[in-house]
């Protein structure tokens, strides 16, 4: 750490908290030199596997040093279990089994082969191991692996075209080949930039592309590894574990499947409230109840969309969790009705460690309880936080979660529609090494007693776990909102994430995108960052374009340490209100586009941020953009990430695309110069989409017709939160002939629209329409008519070119 740095940090903790850091390091390292294990001996391969044991959905292969066990758990999804090693408990699992699988087996010379109906497996008696399609192409290779005491590694072929995506939250470049990550979910400190690792929330998986397919590979194993992605060897990927069995599932097929099979496996998003996806207003901290209600009056004076508001940890009782300071917040649940009152939604931030205080009732009835981690020796472990010495619940025991999540109750009384946990990896401060927990603090890990080593990327995970059964179980009929740090594996199923504490950098701008298309491909599709940066003082320039790209990120919020200037969009003065007015607008525009893709998600995994090449995998000049993101598959957002830039190229994937701002229409595949002036984030609708957007008259379908084909789209719609009824609109379109035919297929209970369907047409004039045989009146591009099954319209094409 450096003196900045430090300083910073002191200035942050306070002197008291970071002089403790000095004893709390001493007190880790103190135990760390207790508990040190032997000194490993060197890396061995397995010895080579004697017999196959055939399993009707795969194999079981043992050999004198190690047993290999291969399970499909779909034609397409198989599961390799190297052992010995702790089995890891499925914490990330959704589903164990997929779909019923008949596998082939066949001996040959130098091992056996297993197939399902998509893909092959060889395995050879020395461990080694190769994935093939149909056709016979290999899409993946693994050598023998090989181990160290309790320890795997092994080493997976790359190919020289080869690119990587994933890994959870990484501030890397998009395509991850060529350099070494850290599995191990860690607070960077103070506030990091482009190159940070590991980051807060690490997903022990990737996604490969390459000339003969694209496959995803997910390593079941929560222990701290490091995933050398063609750094030290150009060809090859060097996966190591430090402890547990090595397990991994292998899906197989183009990007969009991946993610739908990973997800199935470890759990769909689901579908979040409406509100949450609106704007939220935040900052460490708003210190009372006056300051929360003049942001929110800040907030209507200028005409500015809110929706929510964030609580950052002033609000409690001296950091107490749980607590709130009454000084400052007299009546919580008051203030909580009034800013629902103007449609605003209230998140609490809620941090793990618990004050050592006995006069607090959380500490006391926890200790009693034994809710807490412990050390070797039997004492609580302490660990600093905000609030001082600290002790943690330990999630991996259920009671822990359910004592946990009765705390959420009194919150959900006061109305709080929403929790962001926070300093979940867990993170404990300290004045050097490692920012968390010793090794040997122990954890239930569901009965099996076990220690930090693995445990901790589960921290967050469990945590959240906690609070989403609980929301589940005191208010049944609200969709939990949780917002999260840290989380691993499956920690879509409860929570979305922020990008944590990134630095205020045109550099850190551009390196949010690749992070958070980096997090949905790792099957997190709702993540955003602190608009702005969380530290430092960015410019109004800064402030603004960060602001139009978040706009098109999932989660849209502004937020800001302790001691930076004020951040609320009407301090920079104009233009940048008016501008960012605009973006509030167009938010809550393409909310209904928003709301139907968060559907999406929850049936398909698919992220509501995803790079180019989701529309076609295929074209390696798509494989490594970062600059620009599809949100769904209708918009292309490309934002300005330079200062001082007034246009920027854009690349236009092959297709037809039209200019959102303008109408104009484009010929991909081309490189574009969009004119980006300060109010303006150059916006393209692919040709062939329906893009719903709540207008003054209601939500309009804008479809995007497609000279050449036709076009497909979806609606979704329901009461916005709960679990009521809701209906889905799938549109298609294709010509025939002049005219344009278009079909609706409606699923789900909820009522047809009142007032029909308005629908506004984009490269199309319609002239006449008729909705399932009867006539509808045409007004300029736009419609209005009854809920159709069939609509039939006569116009003409309109070209205007760019
Ligand atoms: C952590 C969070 C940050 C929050 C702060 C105070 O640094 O990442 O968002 O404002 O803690 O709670």
């Known amino acids: 750490m450096d003196l900045r740095k430090a300083l910073l940090a002191i200035r942050l903790v306070g002197l008291r908290t970071a002089f403790r850091a000095v004893r709390a390091a001493w007190e880790r390292d103190r135990w760390e030199r207790r508990e040190k294990r032997p000194a490993l001996a060197a890396w061995q391969s397995v010895e080579p596997l004697r017999t196959m044991i055939p399993l009707p959905d795969g194999a079981r292969f043992t050999g004198p040093g190690a047993?290999?066990?291969?399970?499909?758990?779909?034609?397409?999804?198989?599961?390799?279990?190297?052992?010995?090693?702790?089995?890891?408990?499925?914490?990330?699992?959704?589903?164990?089994?997929?779909?019923?699988?008949r596998v082939a087996h066949r001996e040959q010379a130098d091992g056996w082969t297993l197939e399902s109906e998509a893909l092959g497996l060889e395995v050879r008696a020395d461990?080694?191991?190769?994935?093939?399609?149909?056709?016979?192409?290999?899409?993946?290779?693994?050598?023998?692996?090989?181990?160290?005491?309790?320890?795997?590694?092994?080493?997976?072929?790359?190919?020289?075209?080869?690119?990587?995506?994933?890994?959870?939250?990484?501030?890397?470049?998009?395509?991850?080949?060529?350099?070494?990550?850290?599995?191990?979910?860690?607070?960077?400190?103070?506030?990091?930039?482009?190159?940070?690792?590991?980051?807060?929330?690490?997903?022990?998986?990737?996604?490969?592309?390459?000339?003969?397919?694209?496959?995803?590979?997910?390593?079941?194993?929560?222990?701290?590894?490091?995933?050398?992605?063609?750094?030290?060897?150009?060809e090859a990927a060097w996966v190591t574990f430090t402890g547990g069995a090595l397990r991994e599932y292998v899906f197989y097929g183009p990007p969009p499947r991946l993610l739908e099979r990973y997800t199935a496996l470890t759990g769909r998003p689901p579908l979040p409230p409406r509100w949450a996806l609106g704007f939220h207003?935040?900052?460490?901290?708003?210190?009372?109840?006056?300051?929360?209600?003049?942001?929110?009056?800040g907030f209507r004076d200028y005409d500015l969309p809110l929706h929510a508001i964030h609580l950052d940890i002033d609000y409690m009782d001296g950091y107490r969790v749980f607590t709130v300071d009454r000084r400052r917040f007299p009546d919580l649940a008051g203030l909580i009705r009034e800013l629902e009152g103007q449609g605003v939604q209230t998140v609490v931030i809620v941090d793990p460690g618990v004050k050592t205080d006995p006069g607090y009732a959380v500490y006391r009835e926890g200790v009693a309880r034994g809710m807490f981690c412990r050390l070797p020796d039997g004492r609580l472990y302490r660990g600093l936080v905000w609030p001082g010495w600290c002790v943690f619940p330990d999630f991996t025991d259920p009671e822990v979660r359910a004592w946990w999540g009765e705390h959420y109750r009194a919150f959900l009384e006061a109305g709080?529609?929403?929790?962001?946990?926070d300093m979940n990896e867990p993170t404990a401060f300290v004045a050097w090494g490692e920012p968390t927990f010793p090794d040997c603090v122990r954890h239930a890990m569901e009965g099996r007693e076990r220690d930090h080593r693995e445990a901790h990327n589960l921290y967050g995970l469990l945590m959240n776990r906690a609070a989403w059964e609980a929301l589940r179980r005191l208010q049944p009929d609200h969709r939990p909102f949780?917002?999260?740090?840290?989380?691993?594996?499956?920690?879509?199923?409860?929570?979305?994430?922020?990008?944590?504490?990134?630095?205020?950098?045109?550099?850190?701008?551009?390196?949010?995108?690749?992070?958070?298309?980096?997090?949905?491909?790792?099957?997190?599709?709702?993540?955003?960052?602190?608009?702005?940066?969380?530290?430092?003082?960015?410019?109004?320039?800064?402030?603004?374009?960060?602001?139009?790209?978040?706009?098109?990120?999932?989660?849209?919020?502004?937020?800001?340490?302790?001691?930076?200037?004020?951040?609320?969009?009407?301090?920079f003065g104009e233009p940048i209100l008016s501008i960012a007015r605009a973006f509030l607008r167009l938010r809550v525009r393409l909310l209904p586009y928003l709301y139907t893709l968060a559907w999406e998600a929850a049936q398909t995994g698919a992220p509501l941020v995803r790079p180019l090449f989701w529309l076609n995998e295929q074209d390696p000049a798509l494989w490594e953009i970062e600059d620009a993101f599809l949100l769904g598959s209708a918009l292309l957002v490309a934002p300005v990430l330079e200062a001082g830039a007034r246009a920027r190229e854009v690349l236009l994937p092959t297709g037809e695309w039209y200019d959102f701002w303008s109408d104009a229409q484009r010929a991909g595949p081309a490189r574009v110069l969009a004119e980006a002036p300060l109010d303006r984030l150059p916006l393209f609708v692919r040709a062939g989409s329906l893009l719903p957007l709540a207008e003054l008259e209601g939500v309009t379908l804008h479809l995007y017709v497609s000279s050449e084909g036709g076009g497909e789209g979806v609606f979704y719609e329901d009461a916005g939160d709960g679990f009521g009824p809701y209906r889905v609109d799938r549109f298609e379109w294709w010509w025939e002939g002049e005219s344009l035919r278009i079909h609706r297929i409606r699923e789900g209970e909820l009522s047809e629209p009142e007032g029909g369907f308005r629908l506004e047409f984009h490269g199309f004039a319609p002239a006449r329409a008729w909705a399932d045989g009867r006539p509808v009146p045409v007004e300029g591009s736009t419609l209005v008519t009854p809920p159709f099954t069939e609509l039939i319209l006569e116009g003409r094409p309109v070209r205007s070119p760019a």
């Open 67 to 101: 047993e290999l066990e291969i399970r499909f758990l779909a034609p397409d999804v198989v599961r390799l279990t190297w052992t010995p090693g702790v089995l890891p408990l499925p914490y990330a699992i959704a589903r164990e089994r997929l779909e019923e699988v």
């Open 127 to 234: 461990g080694g191991i190769r994935f093939r399609d149909g056709a016979g192409r290999i899409w993946r290779a693994e050598d023998p692996p090989e181990r160290r005491g309790e320890a795997w590694r092994h080493r997976v072929r790359l190919r020289p075209e080869e690119r990587l995506y994933g890994l959870g939250e990484r501030a890397a470049p998009l395509n991850r080949r060529g350099r070494v990550y850290r599995m191990w979910n860690r607070d960077p400190g103070g506030s990091y930039g482009p190159g940070a690792d590991p980051l807060y929330l690490g997903i022990p998986l990737w996604l490969s592309l390459h000339a003969e397919g694209a496959y995803l590979v997910f390593y079941e194993n929560p222990f701290e590894a490091v995933f050398d992605l063609g750094a030290s060897e150009p």
């Open 281 to 297: 207003q935040s900052r460490w901290s708003y210190e009372s109840a006056e300051e929360v209600r003049a942001v929110a009056q």
């Open 416 to 421: 709080v529609a929403g929790f962001w946990h």
């Open 482 to 571: 949780l917002l999260t740090r840290s989380g691993w594996a499956g920690i879509q199923r409860y929570a979305w994430t922020w990008t944590g504490d990134v630095e205020s950098s045109w550099a850190a701008l551009r390196q949010t995108l690749a992070t958070v298309l980096g997090l949905g491909l790792s099957g997190i599709p709702y993540s955003g960052p602190d608009i702005g940066g969380f530290s430092g003082a960015p410019s109004a320039e800064l402030f603004i374009r960060w602001f139009q790209a978040a706009a098109f990120m999932p989660f849209f919020r502004n937020h800001a340490a302790k001691g930076t200037p004020r951040r609320e969009p009407w301090v």
